[in-house]
């Protein structure tokens, strides 16, 4: 099995800070990409931020310059880094993680629970 579990979200206020973190652990061999999405109600779950093995990342146009992906291959962690935070950004957000199972060699991707952001106005 391989599970990712999410930590560090919570209530902020508009123009604060949030640092959330996902570990993946279990049956891992490699990790590819990573990346964090978010989902609010009646919306499609939509990518924020990503980053791959070599740490090249990518963002949503909506948090460019406030928020940071990166990562900790040593303990298979990735993290989120979000400033300047908006109203907006409240969302229930996922960690996603592309992992080659160190059992059945197989590859898929992999989600958290989910934890809850919101940003009070």
């Known amino acids: 099995q391989v599970q990712l579990v999410e930590s560090g979200g919570g209530l902020v206020q508009a123009g604060g800070s949030l640092r959330l973190s996902c570990a993946a652990s279990?049956?891992?061999?490699?990790?590819?990409?990573m990346g964090w999405y978010r989902q609010v109600p009646g919306k499609q779950r939509e990518l924020v931020a990503g980053?791959?093995?070599?740490?090249?990342?990518n963002y949503a146009d909506s948090v460019k310059g406030r928020f940071t992906i990166s990562r900790d291959n040593a303990k298979n962690t990735v993290y989120l880094q979000m400033n300047s935070l908006k109203p907006e950004d409240t969302a229930v957000y996922y960690c996603?993680?592309?992992?080659?199972?160190?059992?059945?060699?197989?590859?898929?991707?992999?989600w958290g629970q989910g934890t809850q952001v919101t940003v009070s106005s």
């Open positions: 279990g049956r891992i061999f490699s990790i590819n990409n």
């Open positions: 980053i791959t093995s070599g740490s090249q990342t």
């Open positions: 996603n993680a592309n992992v080659r199972r160190s059992d059945t060699w197989s590859r898929g991707d992999y």
